[in-house]
Nanobody, 129 residues
Framework: HLVESGGGLVQPGGSLKLSCAGY?????????VCWFRQAPGEKRNGIVC????????VYADSVKGRFTISADKTSVTVHLRMESLKPEDTGRYYC???????????????????????WGQGTQVTVSP
């Protein structure tokens, strides 16, 4: 299972770091791990994915240049560094994961894929003065 942490209240322009820890994941395979954001009254949108073993990434335009995802290869743990936060970044942040062959291209399609096998419970991020 996946457990997110690191959410909270931050002022516009501030920074936060979220973490997604995977428990009981076999380490002899690669995983794609993604962060999704769901604002109140809106659908869940993918914002960034990483191929956890080789570090390939794909970002949504809305966070490109402000958010940075990284992975710990020794475990299925992913971090999301969020900078220059805006009020529109407010929402509940979920991580999701699936096994992925290292030969599989990582594309924007992974940001739209909604049926990942593993999901966390989410962590709330609120950007407000």
């Amino acid at each position: 299972h996946l457990v997110e942490s690191g959410g909270g209240l931050v002022q516009p322009g501030g920074s936060l770091k979220l973490s997604c820890a995977g428990y009981e994941f076999p380490l002899d395979r690669n995983y794609v791990v993604c962060w999704f954001r769901q604002a109140p009254g809106e659908k869940r949108n993918g914002i960034v994915c990483i191929s956890h073993y080789d570090g390939r990434t794909v970002y949504a335009d809305s966070v490109k240049g402000r958010f940075t995802i990284s992975a710990d290869k020794t475990s299925v743990t992913v971090h999301l560094r969020m900078e220059s936060l805006k009020p529109e970044d407010t929402g509940r942040y979920y991580c999701a994961a699936d096994p992925m062959n290292l030969l599989t291209p990582l594309t924007e399609a992974h940001l739209k894929y909604s049926t990942y096998t593993y999901w966390g419970q989410g962590t709330q991020v609120t950007v407000s003065p």
